[in-house]
Nanobody, 119 residues
Framework: QVQLVESGGGLVQAGGSLRLSCTASGSIRSINSMGWYRQAPGKQRELVAT?????NYADSVKGRFTISVDNAKNTVYLQMNSLKPEDTAVYYC???????????????WGQGTQVTVSS
């Protein structure tokens, strides 16, 4: 099995910063990609940023958020600066991996961490 453990969410004022972390562990042979998605109340889950062969950002976060990956630690970070109230959401870590014990690639999700930005 593969587990994702997230941390770093919380309450921050508009204009502030937060850093999210997510560590993958378990039967991981190699990681194809890691990324972050978010879901605000009443809205669909949306991509925030991913890092694999290339790095991709949602237009709404470009220039404010930075994704980085520590391959040695199987950990992905999301540095969020200049936060806005519309960034308020549950943020989910996502990874696509190859496992030691099964053929093929698999996608896993973290449990989510709440980010609340007050105006």
């Amino acid at each position: 099995q593969v587990q994702l453990v997230e941390s770093g969410g919380g309450l921050v004022q508009a204009g502030g910063s937060l850093r999210l972390s997510c560590t993958a562990s378990g039967s991981i042979r190699s990681i194809n990609s890691m990324g972050w998605y978010r879901q605000a109340p009443g809205k669909q889950r949306e991509l925030v940023a991913t890092s694999g062969g290339s790095t991709n950002y949602a237009d709404s976060v470009k220039g404010r958020f930075t994704i980085s990956v520590d391959n040695a630690k199987n950990t992905v970070y999301l540095q969020m600066n200049s936060l806005k109230p519309e960034d308020t959401a549950v943020y989910y870590c996502n990874t696509n991996v190859y496992r030691y014990d099964r053929a093929g690639s698999y996608i896993y999700w973290g449990q989510g961490t709440q980010v609340t930005v007050s105006s």
